[in-house]
């Protein structure tokens, strides 16, 4: 397996070589960390937030009838029946049951709804992503590493030099803006 990786990485790097030799291969970096500070980004992320926040309620309001009814139970109890205090058991078993997997599956809705966000922003980056890189001739953009004034790589580990002015974050963020800021 190793030395499938290994063939394929010099074949790449060979093809990517004889490329730049030929002078046609044009590189762009973008921080795509920096687009978490977008307009969008934080309109969506706000719209969760609201999404999340209603769910909270929701669950804490159900959460709070069944704890009312346990109450009520263990005030009545003692006036039931061995045979109505079963019963009542069994019931408000099964309601803290059904409780818990309604929290659940609304637990879960929110992590596939949040999943979709995600996913819709990261699509909308791309779309700009690729436009911008069409336009400047572009053959590869890379994500790198905000933390890093350089971002320099040995192939051997995944790592390249790219100039600082191959940069293209800022009109990135400019156009997803522009594009999408408001019309959404």
Known sequence: MRKAVLVGMVSCLL???????????????????RIKGTDEWNRLTELFKTEVGKSQLEVEQRRREL????????????????????????????????FQLWA????????????EMTQQIWSRVMEVVERISKEKKLNFVIDYNPDASKVTVNFEKGFIYLAPEMDITDEVIREFNALFGSSS
Do not use: I, T
């Open 15 to 33: 093809g990517f070589g004889s490329l730049v030799s030929a002078g046609e291969v044009r590189v762009g970096f973008v921080n795509l960390q």
């Open 67 to 98: 704890e009312a009814a346990a109450l009520q139970y263990e005030r009545q109890k003692l006036m039931l029946s061995e045979d109505a205090q079963r019963e009542r058991e069994r019931e408000l078993q099964k309601q803290k049951l059904e």
């Open 104 to 115: 659940q599956d609304r637990q879960k809705d929110l992590e596939k709804r949040q999943a």
